[in-house]
């Protein structure tokens, strides 16, 4: 049986990756201009962060799924900078949440991480 915070991050991944469907709006406004695509790459964004959150429940597909995570996180790093550096991008978050965002990020590498 996993450990149920291995459970909790993948349900966590898939209940994020469902919003990228429900108010892509947000994603979309967020994303760097000089990603190509934009609301394409929202929805695969939020297909993936599903796939790889359902296979992290899976002993089998775990392994796979942890690194596939922590290559999305490091990408996702793109659009924490971008909102940083853009007020139009912030979505009227406050600076230090958005500051705030860059340990987390680490933390969800790590967390993903135990599950290599």
Known sequence: M???????LGVLLVMAGFNHFRVPKIYERIMPPYFPATSTMVLISGIAEMVLGLMLLNKDT???????????????????????????????????????????????????????
């Open 62 to 116: 775990q392994t796979y799924a942890a690194w596939g995570i922590i290559a999305m996180l490091l990408v996702f790093f793109t659009v924490h900078i971008h909102m940083l550096q853009h007020k139009n991008a912030s979505l009227k978050l406050p600076k230090w949440l958005l500051i705030l965002r860059i340990p987390l990020q680490f933390i969800l590498i790590y967390w993903a991480f135990l599950y290599t």
């Open 2 to 8: 996993l450990p149920w915070h291995q459970y909790l």
